[in-house]
């Protein structure tokens, strides 16, 4: 496998020996996909863990051309792995489930899988899966393409001629694409390093990008296009590509959210909280959601004492107070506007400290964000740097989200004396006073959460366009430093910010929290509900903490 | 002979009910170079759904009641009921998630009984014809 893949001799026509890798932990499903995928002639590889799925992907970065998914895994969501694996290692990703729900199906497509599949799966199905990856990759060429014509330091690959020629040039198309990939990273640094540049999503940019984004619609517009009008000459297709997902998502989670209050006062949300997939929706529309999770990881007591969180949460903590300094003057927007009036308790009152770390720290949520915690620890530290200013602000904000506000503010009380062994709450707590600007590396979150915090809903009850208005306008909004927040613990997409710097950073927090939301609805649902959620736990499972745990992060995101 | 017994069998099994088109699915995996890939795969799903059944009981058994949990764990029953093409456990399956969904302990503790009766003739029926397939081959 793995480039061999490349020189083996296909013989016969593509898609013959099509690299497929298989992940399901239901044995039965996996044996039988295997059979069929080997009776369609391709080079099947199983796996029934996510992790070890991830670790294999990382293993052979070349060593496969598609993977195929089941939604419901034990050790991490599929959806997670979807954004994983789809972003970070372009990589067509076929989701599988049993249930067909529209909602599911939408989910699995807003995260980026190339198709859903609904179990029990016919060979026929199988079969075709292979256009998959030929569209990907000329999709690819054609960004690069036009990537080329924005970047005029980019290598001079030509990846249209090679890349257009499909026909048993897959391979060698991909290889060339990777290779185009490198040098592109090459000029803007070494992936691990440069990009980590952190392309900060500025309110700036990200104007230009809603701009973009509402010129050529929503619905068609495509990550090329939309650089193109942005007319940024140091932004790439890349980060175009990531913060666009995460607007998506974003939106998804707000809509959802609107839907869900519209309906039932957000008890609904409940439900979709039950199963995984809508956890996570919930989760990152709603700031409530993002309360839960704070709650969930804010409880203090149960995360701080969990190690991984601890010290993931004293090493983000620490980087955030450092870069807080800097990311002062990053900061542009104002964030600290409405929404830091909204949250005049949270600044005042709560240890930001704790709370960051609880975020970090929920185990489980540590772990959820973390590809299953596989990255645990250690990628949030190295995370966290970067986002430190959401995680200050996570820090700073203790729990309160607009909606959760009210409730909040008891959580944020009883969170606090729970913080009391955060160390970093002091810092963080002068940082928080120092400069609410930073929050604007959350912004970008901010401008995909929520802002208004008066009320999440009315903010979710406006149509998309007018959140986003409402989001890029207030960025304060306490989601938005909930998912800025949540980025910051979810580091784990941390290794895909590294590699796509500057758009994950705030948009991890979107990502993040997309990520939250999926491990919170394991979790035992995130609740939508605002006022619910502080008060369960919906996350229950492993954080039984606070509501305040999120709430707080978002906080601390917009204290800005 | 063993040959039309076996035929007759799975007609019967495919009349009755207890089996969908994707147990031929499966029949048309197997092939010389697996030639007992459909009884390998039924092993492999009856020794899989022993643990969903325990997992099930044992979360019937706790209080306060978990159904969300329950639902869960059918629900990866049923992923893999469906996959050999166990209709009648696949549709007990799905009751039984409904009384999940709308918190019903004594609907589920009934169609939990009907989940195992199912799963449990198939399994039988399975095996018999499955031992006649083989000899008839």
Known sequence: MGSSGFSSPRSGSFPEGLRVLVVDDDLTCLKILEKMLKKCNYKVTTCNLTREALDLLQERKDGFDIVICDVNMPDMDGFKLLEHVGIKMDLPVIMMSVDGETSRVMKGIQHGACDYLLKPIRIKELQNIWQHVVRKRMHEARDIESQDENQMTR?????????????????????????????RHGEHG??????KARLLWNVELHQKFMKAVHQIGLYKVGPKKILELMGVPSLTRENVASHLQKYRLYLSRLQKENELKAASGGLKLSDIY???????????????????????SVHGHDIMNHNHD???????????????????????????????SSNPRISSSHSFGPLHSEVRSAPKIDTQYSWSGGVPSFQFKQEIRPHFQSEQLFDHLPLPMPQLQADCVSHNSTCSSKETDKPIEPNINLYYAQNRSHVKVENTAALFSVQPEPFPCSVWSTTNQGLEQNLYDNVECPEKN???????????????CISYQGDFSPLDAGGLVHIESVDCSNQGGLIADAPNFHNSVNFECDYHSDQMGYPVIDQGLFIT | MEGHQAACMRKALFDQGYLDE????????????????????????????????????????????????????????KGSSSSIGAKKVKRECTQFQEYCKIGNFEGCMRTFQEVKQEHAALKKKLESYLQLARQAR
Not at chain 1, 163 to 179: A, E, L, N, Y
Not at chain 2, 30 to 56: G, H, M, W
Request: glycine share 4%.
């Open chain 1, 274 to 296: 039950s199963k995984e997939p809508a956890g996570n929706v919930c989760l990152q529309s709603s700031m409530s959601q993002n309360s839960l999770t704070v709650q969930r």
């Open chain 1, 155 to 183: 290598n001079g690959k030509e990846p249209s001629d090679d890349r257009c020629s499909f026909s048993g040039d897959i391979v060698s198309g991909k290889k060339r694409k990777t290779v185009e990939n490198k040098h």
């Open chain 1, 190 to 195: 070494d992936p691990s390093s440069e990009k």
């Open chain 2, 22 to 77: 994707q147990f031929l699915q499966l029949e048309d995996l197997q092939d010389e170079a697996n030639p007992n890939f459909v009884e390998e795969v039924v092993k492999l799903y009856y020794t899989d759904s022993a643990r969903f059944i325990r997992s099930i009981e044992l979360t019937l058994d706790k209080n306060p009641f978990d159904f969300e949990k329950l639902d869960d764990i059918m629900h990866q029953f």
């Open chain 1, 310 to 340: 601890a010290k993931i949460c004293n090493a983000n903590v620490k980087g955030i107070l450092s870069v807080a300094a800097e990311a002062k003057t990053a900061l542009s927007t104002d964030m600290t506007g409405p929404a830091l």
């Open chain 1, 482 to 496: 909930l998912i800025a927040g949540m980025g910051s613990s979810l580091r784990l997409w941390d290794e895909e």
